[in-house]
């Protein structure tokens, strides 16, 4: 089945810097990549994805890039503000339909 | 957006008794529903897959007899952990999608307390 890696495992920055969290997975038939922000308690929120077809996509401070022949993906935040402080995920869509997660990302954005 | 409902949002229960978490597609018809369950400063680990009017596939390592799931309908999908012990408290998150199976919409969660 589907494994992903997601590295690292906690990152800080200072506040208007960029921060980049970086996943691997292994199964090539995966075609959907999201990546969800979730805070202490809640739900986890999905922030950006991409879909196999697409190398990039941006949404404000916030871009992923694919790279299928090298199987890794990567979640890129410009600009950070503290609220930006929270565990993201990873996540890979394989043969079936479920998503297989990350281990998470506690980002610390401090001011 | 597609709103997905979660039910109780927390419990907390005696070890040995028997806990019913409920998920609800507020405003779409959920065809496939995903139960993972999310220890403390870990990521969600996939319980299982179900599909309304089918049994559950479950991942490898989780009990099927131990965690009861039931998608009667295009709607509500349920959880049941039996003989609960104090080792299953967790954070149980309900996702759903619809027939498209894009994106997965996550309910909030149900915190289990076994004392």
């Known amino acids: 089945g589907e494994n992903v890696e997601q590295h690292p495992s906690t990152l800080s920055v200072q506040e208007g810097d960029s921060a980049v969290i970086k996943c691997t997975y292994s199964?090539?038939?995966?075609?959907?990549f999201p990546w969800y922000k979730q805070e202490l308690g809640k739900r986890p929120q999905l922030i950006i994805d991409i879909r196999s077809n697409v190398g990039e996509k941006k949404d404000q401070r916030i871009a992923v890039t694919l790279n299928k022949t090298a199987k890794h993906f990567s979640l890129h935040i410009t600009e950070t503000q503290p609220e930006d402080s929270a565990v993201y995920f990873c996540a890979a869509r394989g043969a079936g339909t479920a998503l297989i997660f990350g281990k998470g990302t506690t980002l610390s954005v401090s001011s | 957006g597609a709103v997905v409902s979660q039910h109780p949002s927390w419990v907390i229960c005696k070890s040995g008794t028997s806990v019913k978490i409920e998920c609800r597609s507020l405003d779409f018809q959920a065809t496939t529903m995903f139960w993972y369950r999310q220890f403390p400063k870990q990521s969600l680990m996939l319980m299982a897959t179900s599909n309304e009017g089918s049994k559950a596939t479950y991942e490898q390592g989780v009990e099927k007899d131990k965690f009861l799931i039931n998608h009667a309908s295009l709607t509500l999908s349920t959880l049941t952990v039996t003989s609960a012990h104090p080792e299953d408290s967790s954070f149980y998150i309900c996702?759903?999608?619809?027939?498209?199976?894009?994106?997965?919409?996550f309910g909030p969660g149900t915190r289990l307390l076994v004392l």
């Open positions: 996702s759903a999608t619809d027939g498209s199976q894009e994106t997965q919409y």
């Open positions: 199964d090539s038939a995966s075609n959907y």
